[in-house]
């Protein structure tokens, strides 16, 4: 599992750092005030569609019938996959246009601006050139699912690299030509074409690379359209409750990009920008590392329950939770204390104020607290996915996502405008403690226990571990802030590499002096790398 996990976080590592370049030039070119919200909000939406439509599918339904039509099926489930791709690119193509059509409808959903207002205009433009990229992100989606049961987790996880790199130039492009600086009321039609095809652009590259790595892996495609034996019954059954899942996850999200764009209509910079920013590092770790273990977890842990090996199943589960969360503690906690410093070097330039990165940075050391609870979350999901059972996670996901949306309701209510995307983002991280909770009492059952007190002795050692380097990291933002005055792009740098660069370090040093296992393996596998 570390092997295959170390390819994919470092795929998944270049594709973050390049997704950073990806983000600070976004910022830099049209800022975090209405135009920057408008463009998220445009861009949220094929993904909020994607969630809904395709990607809980693949990885509840379709990535362990894949699994089980590679065991059972005479031609080793090749025609079984050939019939998925054909049925997905299909489909996702008459949903892209029937989105694109519904730009309207679907901005409206999404947020709470006035259909005669500029940012709603704007944003219904750039998601009619935006939309259309649904249809190849799915086909690009299928095509990893079925590289990562062949055990090729590389192209899928370093495919995104090239989609950031398409979109960086087009940013770069948008704001030499652009003489708008950010203010949505001088941004041109033209200028609108060239951000929407252009990050559709970036999609359609992913997807080419992962078309060609799934032929390189001996996958030739043939179109299929005999849908009788795609088992598509069977996968409807299965997946009525995923897509359930998903409905109720998408209910929340809705939720927050008005709330979020409510707030931004009142303090322009705290909307739906600093929300979606701030998000995006938030899952920086958990995309690193937490996908990285579950997506080379869950086709093992399908084929244990298939074959009855309990046993294997918890071992999985609990190696997995070790894994991840010897790395998730002390980041979490880094989170919470250096977030400012890490958003103003990021996104603190050109139509972004340093005032403006500061806030993203408070948004994400809430989202700190929720970095943990996040990840046990996804992980225990996929202990009922294992097991065929895609009904459970929609109850556990539905009561989340009713406490989320009143936590959040709540929040905005009682907090000041200015201060509502962070109450957003601590009713998400109360949220996802509660349910993490609930699915674990639940998933224990499932499997006569998932070693609740060993597992929780090992994260107890890891925080103990992390202590110093959070004392560490809180200790340069007050000298640095105190002796500069404040944090601007060098003060930042200089808190980050005292205690991001030089904390982590710490945590090493002393989680290998505690013998925590999962560190020294990690530890062990980078210094045999480096002595090589």
């Known amino acids: 599992m570390l092997r295959a996990s170390a390819i994919m976080a470092a795929g998944t590592m270049v594709s973050r750092v390049t997704g950073f370049v990806r983000t600070m030039v976004l910022a830099y070119a049209i800022g975090t005030a209405l135009l920057g919200d408008a463009y998220n909000a445009a861009y949220a939406i094929p993904y909020s569609i994607l969630d809904l439509l395709l990607l809980g599918v693949l990885s509840s339904v379709v990535v362990p019938m894949i699994v089980r039509a590679q065991q059972h099926d005479a031609d080793g489930g090749r025609a079984y996959e050939q019939r998925l791709l054909t049925l997905a690119t299909l489909a996702l193509a008459v949903i892209a246009v029937a989105a694109a ?157 008005n709330l979020a764009s409510a707030a931004g209509s009142v303090v322009e910079g705290h909307g739906i920008s600093p929300y979606t920013l701030a998000f995006q590092l938030f899952q920086l770790p958990y995309g690193v590392i937490g996908v990285s273990v579950i997506t080379a977890m869950l086709p093992r ?126 009713a998400y991280a109360v949220a996802y403690a509660l349910g993490a909770l609930t699915a674990w009492w639940l998933a224990g059952r499932r499997v006569q226990g998932l070693g609740g007190w060993s597992i929780g002795m090992a994260l107890t050692r890891m925080y103990l571990a992390a202590l110093p380097t959070a004392v560490l990291a809180l200790g340069a933002v007050w000298v640095v802030t105190g002796v500069f005055d404040g944090l601007g792009f060098v003060n930042s740098l200089i808190v980050l590499a005292v205690g991001g660069g030089l904390g982590l370090l710490l945590y090493l040093g002393v989680a290998h002096r505690m013998r925590i296992p999962e560190v020294n393996s990690i530890v062990g596998m980078v210094a045999g790398r480096v002595g090589r």
């Open 101 to 257: 059509l519904a730009a309207p409808l679907l901005i409206d959903l999404y947020t709470v601006w006035p259909p005669d207002s500029r940012e709603f205009e704007v944003a219904v433009t750039l998601a009619r050139f935006i939309l259309p990229q649904l249809a190849f992100f799915g086909m690009g989606a299928v095509a990893g699912a079925i590289l990562n049961t062949r055990d090729r987790f590389a192209a899928p996880m370093w495919a995104p690299v090239l989609n950031n790199l398409v979109v960086i130039c087009v940013f770069l492009v948008f704001a030499m030509v652009s003489t708008a600086k950010g203010d949505i009321a001088k941004v041109s039609d033209g200028e609108l074409v060239l951000l929407g095809l252009g990050t559709t652009a970036g999609i359609v590259a992913q997807a080419a690379v992962l078309i060609v790595a799934l032929k390189r892996a001996g996958f030739s495609f043939m179109p299929r359209f005999d849908l009788r034996n795609a088992r598509l019954g069977e996968m409807a059954k299965a997946g009525v409750w995923t897509i359930g899942y998903t409905v109720v996850t998408q209910l929340g999200f809705v939720l927050t990009t």
């Open 301 to 426: 842990m399908s084929r244990a329950v298939s074959d009855g090996r309990f046993d294997d199943v918890r071992s999985e589960f609990g190696s997995s939770v070790r894994l991840i969360c010897s790395l998730m503690v002390p980041v979490s906690l880094l989170l919470m204390v250096l977030g400012p410093a890490i958003t103003v070097p990021i996104y603190g330039h050109g139509a972004n104020s340093v005032a403006d990165a500061v806030y993203i940075g408070n948004v994400l050391q809430v989202y700190g607290l929720a970095l943990v609870p996040f990840a046990l979350f996804q992980l225990l999901l996929r202990v009922f996915y294992s097991f065929g059972d895609t009904r459970t996670p929609v109850f556990v996901g539905a009561g989340t996502t009713a406490v989320n949306a009143l936590l959040m309701w709540l929040f905005f209510t009682l907090l000041p405008a200015r201060y509502a995307v962070m109450g957003l983002a601590l």
